[in-house]
């Protein structure tokens, strides 16, 4: 299903070839809110526990709001940067940028998520790599990684297609779901996408 694309909060647009991603905004929820609701079981497994005193952005208006507002502070402070995928107009997942730290360190880690029924298409890798190139090109950055469970196939696979290098496990990484998992750690750094970007390019922009 279709849905128009609500203005942005700002001018921020990224661009593959079949998609665009922007931050999101309030007046997305009940599209938004849609996705994750028919996406729970394919989703929750796999994401960390939501604190209580939060609320749930995916079934209060109000709560999502807050959240968008939330990463509108941190993109603003440059500590992290999150967009909505979108396809054919209608927001289909997220591929975030989240721990930007700065200093010495020049790095990022990338997250993603997408509707069940868009995966298995490259939706997901091509939003990545977008965002790959708005990391390196825009922001400067010198190594973006990306953590997943070990068992993960589905995002596995977007690694798969995106060939990043793979780095080993970090054991108990990240609570996932109420469980303290192991994650495999994929990275690429400035010099790899810049040694790669034609190529990148030409399968995905």
Same mark, same amino acid.
């Given at each position: 299903? *279709?849905?128009?694309?609500?203005?942005?909060? *700002?001018?921020?647009?990224?661009?593959? &070839?079949?998609?665009?991603?922007?931050?999101?905004?309030?007046?997305?929820?009940?599209?938004?809110?849609?996705? !994750?609701? !028919? *996406?729970?079981?394919?989703?929750?497994?796999?994401?960390?526990?939501? +604190? %209580? *005193?939060?609320?749930?952005?995916?079934?209060?208006?109000?709560?999502? %709001?807050? &959240?968008? #507002?939330?990463? @509108?502070?941190?993109?603003?402070?440059?500590? #992290?940067? #999150?967009?909505?995928?979108?396809?054919?107009?209608?927001? =289909?997942?997220?591929?975030?940028?989240?721990?930007?730290?700065?200093? %010495?360190?020049?790095?990022?880690?990338?997250?993603?998520?997408?509707?069940?029924?868009?995966?298995?298409?490259?939706?997901? %890798?091509?939003?990545? =790599?977008?965002?790959?190139?708005?990391?390196?090109?825009?922001? !400067?950055?010198?190594? +973006?990684?990306? =953590? $997943?469970?070990?068992? /993960?196939?589905?995002?596995? &696979?977007?690694? @798969?297609? +995106?060939?990043?290098?793979?780095?080993?496990?970090?054991?108990?990484? +990240?609570?996932? /779901?109420?469980?303290?998992?192991?994650?495999?750690?994929?990275? $690429?750094?400035?010099?790899?996408?810049?040694? &790669?970007?034609?190529?990148? #390019?030409?399968?995905?922009?």
């Amino acid at each position: 299903m *279709n849905h128009p694309s609500a203005p942005p909060s *700002n001018g921020l647009r990224l661009y593959g &070839r079949r998609v665009m991603l922007r931050p999101l905004v309030a007046p997305d929820f009940a599209v938004w809110s849609d996705v !994750r609701i !028919r *996406n729970e079981q394919w989703l929750v497994p796999w994401e960390p526990s939501r +604190l %209580a *005193n939060q609320g749930d952005p995916t079934r209060q208006r109000d709560a999502f %709001a807050t &959240r968008c #507002a939330a990463r @509108d502070r941190d993109r603003q402070m440059g500590v #992290a940067y #999150a967009f909505g995928l979108f396809v054919d107009s209608g927001v =289909c997942g997220e591929v975030n940028l989240n721990n930007v730290v700065r200093g %010495a360190q020049q790095s990022g880690t990338i997250g993603y998520w997408i509707d069940q029924s868009r995966a298995g298409h490259g939706y997901v %890798a091509e939003g990545v =790599c977008a965002v790959m190139r708005f990391a390196f090109e825009e922001l !400067r950055l010198h190594r +973006l990684e990306v =953590c $997943i469970i070990p068992r /993960n196939h589905n995002s596995r &696979r977007v690694m @798969d297609k +995106l060939q990043l290098r793979e780095e080993g496990i970090a054991q108990r990484f +990240l609570e996932i /779901n109420g469980v303290w998992e192991d994650h495999v750690r994929y990275a $690429i750094t400035i010099d790899e996408w810049q040694a &790669r970007r034609d190529g990148l #390019a030409s399968a995905w922009f």
